[in-house]
């Protein structure tokens, strides 16, 4: 199971996650979110991020232009559209060249059926609680309607993930294929500054599990 650590922004911040290895890095560009890398993060701080740790950006109902832009200045593996993109945006931006990671609001009404759309054009789906904010907002929705998706696309869990339910998530993972997971606001010292000690926590976990599956 992948992890995806959401909102990094300061120097000394990134520097300390590094070594533990993440498998993603998400970096939001989106001046609404308090986690926003504005102008004080110099790209050469997302430069320097090793190889083997993807670079993610985060982008709302941003324009493709913008968005391009964004991600040659960074060196961005992956786009995270986490707006009202449609497939046709998605099919526009994986033409150019990315690898497109699309988040999708889920409540105990959601459609799983509109996702095939999507499927051809996305490299990623992201599964996130819907709430007042596009993302961020720290609760978890009901983790047993992913029986309804068919899994046909790989998806990344997110929304209210923490320390003190991952065990769940574990072992949700050994009935649902679970590609990786997204944390963010649960691990947060303040909005951009994220808990090392507690990430690394999560991975311990992640890693026992894999250990496990390796013996049996």
């Known amino acids: ?84 993109e449609m497939p046709d945006f998605c099919r526009i931006l994986r033409q150019k060249g990315l690898n497109i990671i699309k988040a999708f609001s889920v409540d105990n009404d959601f459609n799983f059926a509109m996702l095939n759309n999507y499927k051809p054009f996305c490299d990623l789906f992201l599964f996130d609680t819907k709430g007042t904010l596009p993302g961020g907002n720290g609760v978890p929705f009901d983790w047993n309607i992913l029986r309804k998706y068919d899994q046909e696309k790989p998806f990344l869990l997110s929304g209210g993930i923490s320390v003190d339910n991952i065990d ?33 926590k999560v991975l311990d976990k992640i890693r026992i599990k894999e250990e496990e599956e390796l013996e049996v």
């Open 1 to 84: 199971m992948k992890l995806k650590v959401c909102g990094m922004r300061e120097r000394i911040n990134i520097q300390s996650l590094i070594p533990l290895k993440p498998d993603f890095i998400g970096f939001i560009f989106y001046d609404k979110s308090p986690r926003y890398v504005g102008e004080g993060l110099n790209e050469e701080i997302i430069r320097q991020v090793p190889s083997s740790i993807k670079k993610v950006g985060v982008f709302v109902n941003a324009s493709p232009d913008y968005i391009m832009s964004m991600a040659r200045q960074y060196d961005l593996q992956y786009v995270q559209l986490h707006g009202n």
């Open 168 to 200: 769940k998530v574990i072992e949700l993972s050994r009935s649902i294929r679970i590609y990786g997971i997204d944390i963010n606001s649960c691990f947060e010292i303040e909005p951009g500054v994220k808990d090392i000690e507690q990430i690394r």
